[in-house]
């Protein structure tokens, strides 16, 4: 079956063709063809990622990344241009009714381009930024329209949780077998911090969550502080590793905060302040940053540690595994599996592949598969939901 999948809920537009095999047990992914627009450059200048913005760049990029895909498959079509009805047009132009330059775009790439040879539809339906997610969603239920494909409605952390725990082969597939559940997710990026049980596919309970900033967040607002360009995860992360290189440490220690609580929750914006009041003290060398980097890494990556293992060890999780921009972090990825191999050997760690923890419609893809085998159906309109939960 041929999935293609779509994400919008930030700021990375993308358009992913796969081929998907098996059955849930043992399913299979090629990417045929996949095309993504990282906006950040442009959001750098606020800081953080502007909402109406990112919808713009979004219904601008998006036409021109679908055809960059299906060219990348090289997607066998029928070779036929499905018809324009007037129906069809007009039904069309409702969906697109408020982007009005995206459904001109769309229509006139419709009259041109033969419907490929694709199955279903998957769309990030939310969580994320509202105005974002509305443009992938409307964009999705017209490309449906147009090519009388099945549409499915996508939850974002569910596609990293299923990416992540799927395995890249050496010829380029991604397997998704023998997982064994209950999973322990952490799923860490720019805008979620939280601990997920899944039982089965679908049925997943929060343990944890942060109670302010995200992970990602907290990395990019010190990263700023620190003078670093936005998304300022990575480089924050490459001064932190210069530090540790050098063995050097800072002379303060920033705190840990809710580590010793009796529950799985986070918290990052007492660390993230924290780093500020330094910055602000002291006379700060190019070393101090270095160190001040490494001394807020290490105190991310202890909570993170700690909270996991409790999780881990309030709950009967056969597999534990990481998703999100940031479990890109080396860091966080080497304490992380440290910590599973000292003290839980029997539990099947997966850490992802570098290049799908951050946003990507690979995982939506995949995610679709997986909602498709587990019998669900395509159900009315599709509306974007910003706080669309996990939990049912
Ligand atoms: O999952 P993602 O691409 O988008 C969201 O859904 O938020 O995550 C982006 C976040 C950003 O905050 C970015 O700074 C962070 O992931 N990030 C990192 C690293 N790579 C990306 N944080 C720390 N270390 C990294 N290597
Ligand atoms: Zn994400």
Same mark, same amino acid.
């Given at each position: 079956?041929?999935?293609?999948?779509?994400?919008?809920?930030?700021?990375?537009?993308?358009?992913?063709?796969?081929?998907?095999?098996?059955?849930?047990?043992?399913?299979?992914?090629?990417?045929?063809?996949?095309?993504?627009?990282?906006?950040?450059?442009?959001?750098?200048?606020?800081?953080?990622?502007?909402?109406?913005?990112?919808?713009?760049?979004?219904?601008?990029?998006?036409?021109?990344?679908?055809?960059?895909?299906?060219?990348?498959?090289?997607?066998?079509?029928?070779?036929?241009?499905?018809?324009?009805?007037?129906?069809?047009?007009?039904?069309?132009?409702?969906?697109?009714?408020?982007?009005?330059?995206?459904?001109?775009?769309?229509?006139?790439?419709?009259?041109?381009?033969?419907?490929?040879?694709?199955?279903?539809?998957?769309?990030?339906?939310?969580?994320?930024?509202?105005?974002?997610?509305?443009?992938?969603?409307?964009?999705?239920?017209?490309?449906?329209?147009?090519?009388?494909?099945?549409?499915?409605?996508?939850?974002?952390?569910?596609?990293?949780?299923?990416?992540?725990?799927?395995?890249?082969?050496?010829?380029?597939?991604?397997?998704?077998?023998?997982v064994d559940f209950p999973v322990l997710a952490l799923l860490i990026s720019g805008g979620h911090t939280e601990l997920v049980l899944a039982k089965k596919w679908?049925?997943?309970?929060?343990?944890?969550?942060?109670?302010?900033?995200?992970?990602?967040?907290?990395?990019?607002?010190?990263?700023?502080?620190?003078?670093?360009?936005?998304?300022?995860?990575?480089?924050?992360?490459? %001064? $932190? &590793?210069?530090?540790? /290189?050098?063995?050097?440490?800072? @002379?303060?220690?920033? #705190?840990?905060?809710? +580590?010793?609580? !009796?529950?799985?929750?986070?918290?990052?914006?007492?660390?993230?302040?924290?780093?500020?009041?330094?910055?602000?003290?002291?006379?700060?060398?190019?070393?101090?940053?270095?160190?001040?980097?490494?001394?807020?890494?290490?105190?991310?990556?202890?909570?993170?540690?700690?909270?996991?293992?409790?999780?881990?060890?309030?709950?009967?999780?056969?597999?534990?595994?990481?998703?999100?921009?940031?479990?890109?972090?080396?860091?966080?990825?080497?304490? %992380? $599996? &440290?910590?599973?191999? /000292?003290?839980?050997?029997?539990? @099947?760690?997966?850490? #992802?592949?570098?290049? +799908?923890?951050? !946003?990507?419609?690979?995982?939506?893809?995949?995610?679709?598969?997986?909602?498709?085998?587990?019998?669900?159906?395509?159900?009315?309109?599709?509306?974007?939901?910003?706080?669309?939960?996990?939990?049912?």
């Amino acid at each position: 079956m041929k999935i293609l999948g779509i994400e919008t809920s930030c700021d990375e537009t993308a358009v992913s063709l796969l081929e998907c095999e098996g059955t849930i047990d043992t399913a299979r992914f090629t990417v045929l063809g996949d095309a993504l627009n990282s906006q950040a450059a442009l959001h750098a200048h606020y800081g953080g990622v502007y909402p109406n913005l990112a919808k713009r760049e979004h219904a601008k990029s998006i036409v021109p990344l679908l055809a960059k895909a299906l060219g990348r498959a090289r997607a066998s079509t029928s070779g036929e241009i499905v018809p324009l009805t007037d129906a069809k047009q007009e039904h069309v132009e409702k969906i697109l009714e408020r982007e009005p330059a995206l459904c001109h775009e769309l229509i006139e790439f419709a009259r041109l381009y033969p419907k490929p040879d694709i199955d279903a539809i998957a769309v990030t339906e939310g969580p994320g930024l509202a105005p974002a997610l509305w443009v992938g969603v409307n964009f999705a239920e017209a490309l449906g329209t147009i090519w009388d494909t099945p549409v499915f409605g996508i939850n974002h952390m569910e596609g990293h949780i299923a990416s992540s725990l799927a395995q890249a082969k050496d010829d380029g597939r991604y397997e998704l077998s023998d997982v064994d559940f209950p999973v322990l997710a952490l799923l860490i990026s720019g805008g979620h911090t939280e601990l997920v049980l899944a039982k089965k596919w679908g049925e997943y309970t929060i343990i944890g969550r942060t109670r302010d900033d995200a992970v990602g967040e907290a990395f990019d607002k010190v990263a700023r502080t620190l003078g670093l360009p936005y998304p300022g995860g990575p480089h924050l992360s490459k %001064l $932190a &590793d210069e530090a540790r /290189q050098r063995d050097e440490k800072a @002379d303060i220690s920033f #705190p840990r905060p809710m +580590i010793d609580a !009796d529950n799985c929750d986070f918290s990052f914006s007492g660390l993230k302040t924290a780093v500020l009041y330094a910055m602000r003290n002291a006379d700060v060398s190019n070393k101090d940053r270095k160190t001040l980097a490494r001394e807020f890494e290490d105190a991310v990556a202890d909570v993170l540690v700690k909270k996991s293992k409790k999780a881990l060890q309030d709950t009967e999780a056969m597999t534990f595994v990481i998703g999100g921009g940031v479990a890109a972090n080396a860091h966080v990825r080497k304490a %992380l $599996a &440290d910590m599973v191999k /000292q003290q839980f050997s029997d539990i @099947d760690l997966r850490l #992802p592949e570098v290049k +799908i923890t951050g !946003d990507n419609a690979i995982m939506i893809a995949i995610a679709g598969y997986l909602r498709i085998l587990g019998g669900a159906k395509r159900a009315g309109a599709l509306r974007a939901n910003a706080n669309l939960r996990l939990e049912v």
